[in-house]
Antibody, heavy 126, light 107 residues
Framework: EVQLVESGGVVVQPGGSLRLSCAASGFSFDDYSMHWVRQAPGRGLEWVSLIDWDSGNTYYADFVKGRFTISRDNNKNSLYLDMSSLRPEDTALYYC???????????????????WGQGTTVTVSS | DIQMTQSPYSLSASVGDKVTITCQASQDIKNYLNWYQQKPGKTPKLLIRAASKSEPGVPSRFSGSGSGTVFTFTITSLQPEDIAAYHCQQYENVPITFGQGTRLEIK
């Protein structure tokens, strides 16, 4: 079974730092790009970041650029999001998501998220 | 960044109704648009990719159309289990962006 399990979400003070993790299983992790997407309470989905299969390319939403860093360890089938300079508006449920298309396929850059974890909650509050 | 504007923000319809949601891009995104369904308390599910290609197992009452800047998501005969939020997402350019979502409820 393809599965993603996030962890690391906590309550943190403004200006603080945090690392989120996502453990992947049931698929060839190192063949796929991976995403972080967040959802504030009662709000829509916000794409946060993307890393390609071999970490060669990373991309960020403007609102996290310079504060968040995405990384992965293909030997551990794990995805990470290092978050710093946290703001109250970063409060959200953070999902990791697998991209649909594997590296080498014709549609590799047709970014679509076909498997989602259950999310981990980050609360930024004093 | 490409802005995605979804309408309506919320929608109430009766079982059996045809429901239409629109997503407008701030610039031409060709057909690089996906639709997701998110049932209450659940994770998003990819329904349609590339504007009109349904994912395996998605009921035929769900469809998508459009290209360029205006896209439409349609449920031809609303069922009680379709209660959810629906989100569009563009991938023509990074950063990837979502619409604000449409909340669908049954009358």
């Amino acid at each position: 079974e393809v599965q993603l399990v996030e962890s690391g979400g906590v309550v943190v003070q403004p200006g603080g730092s945090l690392r989120l993790s996502c453990a992947a299983s049931g698929f060839s992790f190192d063949d796929y790009s991976m995403h972080w997407v967040r959802q504030a309470p009662g709000r829509g989905l916000e794409w946060v970041s993307l890393i390609d299969w071999d970490s060669g390319n990373t991309y960020y939403a403007d609102f996290v650029k310079g504060r968040f860093t995405i990384s992965r360890d293909n030997n551990k089938n794990s995805l990470y999001l290092d978050m710093s300079s946290l703001r109250p508006e970063d409060t959200a449920l953070y999902y990791c998501a697998k991209d649909k298309f594997y590296y080498g396929s014709d549609n590799y850059y047709d970014y679509a998220m076909d498997v989602w974890g259950q999310g981990t909650t980050v609360t930024v509050s004093s | 960044d490409i802005q995605m504007t979804q309408s309506p923000y919320s929608l109430s319809a009766s079982v059996g109704d045809k429901v239409t949601i629109t997503c407008q891009a701030s610039q031409d995104i060709k057909n690089y648009l996906n639709w997701y369904q998110q049932k209450p308390g659940k994770t998003p599910k990819l329904l349609i990719r590339a504007a009109s290609k349904s994912e395996p197992g998605v009921p035929s009452r769900f469809s998508g159309s459009g290209s360029g800047t205006v896209f439409t998501f349609t449920i031809t005969s609303l069922q009680p289990e379709d209660i959810a939020a629906y989100h569009c997402q563009q991938y023509e350019n990074v950063p990837i962006t979502f619409g604000q979502g449409t909340r669908l409820e049954i009358k």
